[in-house]
């Protein structure tokens, strides 16, 4: 029966690692969808503005404030505390449920609304003989400066380049900007409840610690708005999303900040299977720990450091 009991909860763990992959590839041919088709004016304002190159965040600064960043944190804490075990696990899954869910969302927004980018008009390139010839196909009077002759659709574009043309209709909402929230807010939560922010004894320095992953988050928002490559509108959604996924993961796996031990997971799954009240000394393999020969194999303890010391000291 134990035997049973440690293959069914391995068997889980590998279920939410399938799941999360299989949200990762759906997110992915996402990607490739050619965005909803809409029409624009080419004197739109608000999608006029220059394309730039070089962006104020690049991707790869992208990947280290929110993949690189965040996992050191969460991995520094865990080493520091050796308990590299099933808190570890279920830290690194929540922020692995968050990130995913939150970009297949948004993804999957971007391409059903097709919303225009600031720089689309620049990076259309549009053919101005293309436009006259669509403008006098209708055979309305000059006077009239409204209607179907002043919308265009991007086959007035002389752009061949496809990509950029289809990204210029994924403005919203920003996913630079969600992933960051869905990243960095996670990561605030995790110091929150690891550093105890709401235990009553108000240390300003925990505050600031948990506030610093929020900020840089809006500033990855905020440069998506220097660089023209979203609306307001787009970034402030983004940010929605990224803040309720980031939540929803997190109080899926651990409590309330405000409970008296925000520190440690939910163990429900572990109770489910029976294996934290009844074998609270078993192990399962999943991760490197050593033995009491100071050898290295893989397991995932079912206890915390703490009460594994005590139990050895009884």
């Keep these: 029966m134990l035997l049973i009991s440690f293959q069914r909860i391995q068997l889980s763990f590998l279920l939410d690692w399938f ?48 993949v690189v960043f965040p996992v050191l944190v969460i991995s520094f804490y865990h080493l520091f505390n050796r308990d590299l075990k099933y808190a570890f696990h279920q830290a690194i899954m929540g922020i692995c449920v968050s990130v995913t869910l939150c970009l297949f969302v948004t993804t999957l927004i971007k391409v059903s609304v097709g919303r225009f980018r600031p720089d689309f008009i620049s990076r259309c390139q549009v053919n101005i003989t293309k436009v006259e010839e669509i403008y006098k196909s209708y055979n309305i009077s000059n006077q009239i400066s409204f209607g179907p002759r002043n919308l265009y659709n991007t086959t007035i574009c002389t752009n061949t380049n496809k990509f950029r043309l289809d990204e210029g209709r ?63 509108q787009d970034v402030v959604v983004g940010g929605i999303l990224g803040i309720l996924f980031s939540s929803l993961s997190y109080f899926y796996y651990f409590p309330s900040l405000t409970s008296p031990e925000p520190h440690i997971p939910l163990q429900g799954r572990l109770r489910k299977y029976n ?21 290295d194999y893989i397991s995932l303890s079912l206890l915390s450091n703490e009460e594994e010391e005590s139990k050895q000291s009884k």
């Design 275 to 295: 294996v934290y009240q009844d074998h609270p000394g078993k192990t399962l393999p999943i991760f490197r720990d050593k033995n009491k020969n100071n050898e």
């Design 170 to 232: 994924r403005s919203f909402p920003s996913g630079h900007t969600a992933f960051a929230f869905s990243s960095l807010t996670y990561t605030s939560l995790f110091l929150a409840g690891k550093l105890h922010l709401f235990d009553g004894n108000f240390i300003l320095w925990k505050l600031i610690m948990v506030i610093i992953p929020n900020l840089l988050a809006l500033f990855i928002g905020f440069t998506r708005l220097i660089d023209y490559r979203h609306h307001w």
């Design 19 to 66: 799941f999360v992959f299989l949200v990762t590839i759906g997110t992915g041919i996402l990607s490739f969808v050619s965005p909803f088709e809409r029409q624009f004016r080419i004197d739109d304002e608000t999608i006029s503005h220059p394309y730039v190159d070089d962006e104020m965040f690049s991707g790869l600064e992208l990947a280290l404030s929110g």
